[in-house]
């Protein structure tokens, strides 16, 4: 325990949207050096698709339940992960009228996570879509911490949101372009009305 404290007080702190002030590698090396073995190893579920992690996959198409890895934290989340997914599923197919019996049923708990899709579905922007998505992520990862601040599942906590804010750095391109989108859109009708007004061009 008490080198779970010396880890934990070290990392520096995480708010969604600011910029980490620690890379993954850092982190990684410095879980392997105070994290036991056994829970060092229980990183490898600490990921935001848990379907494609093999061989910690939860089955095609998250038609499976993840199987207890032993983590209040990593065993929660990856069940409001395959919820979240399937429900998102299910929604977009709904959407576009089609049907794909691949898919497993969507649980009905945890709730929020169904909730969480219906909302991100109905945002018209795609990139718009997936910030709200990642923050619900982040939300549902601060609601499954649990108190034991210098736990393993606060460490996990921890590597889960790292990874939600390297993916949205990765989102920032996305952005700009979509703010020059829609200044441009905007300088065109706002020219357009003018023309159409008979303003001189």
């Not at 109905?122 to 879509?129: T, V």
């Amino acid at each position: 325990m008490g080198a779970y404290y010396y880890l934990v007080s070290q990392l520096p702190s995480l708010s969604y949207g600011v910029s980490a002030a620690i890379e993954t590698k850092d982190f990684i090396e410095l879980c392997r050096s105070f994290l036991s073995p056994q829970d060092f190893k229980l990183l490898d579920y600490c990921r935001l698709d848990p379907e494609g992690n093999t061989p910690f996959s939860l089955g095609q198409a998250y038609q499976s339940m993840p199987e207890p890895v032993g983590s209040h934290l990593l065993d929660n989340w990856r069940i409001w992960e395959r919820a979240l997914r399937l429900h998102l599923a299910r929604f977009r197919l709904q959407h576009v009228k089609q049907e794909n019996p691949v898919v497993a049923d969507a649980p009905a708990d945890p709730i929020d996570a169904a909730l969480v899709a219906k909302n991100a579905v109905s945002i018209e922007s795609p990139l718009e879509a997936e910030l709200y998505l990642d923050r619900a992520r982040w939300s549902a990862i601060e609601a499954l911490q649990g108190f034991d601040y210098f736990g393993r599942d606060t460490v996990y906590a921890y590597y889960l949101k790292l990874q939600l804010l390297e993916r949205k750095q990765k989102f920032k391109v996305d952005e700009g372009f979509e703010a020059y989108q829609g200044l441009y859109n905007s300088i065109m009708d706002a020219a357009q009305s003018r023309i159409y007004a008979g303003e001189p061009k």
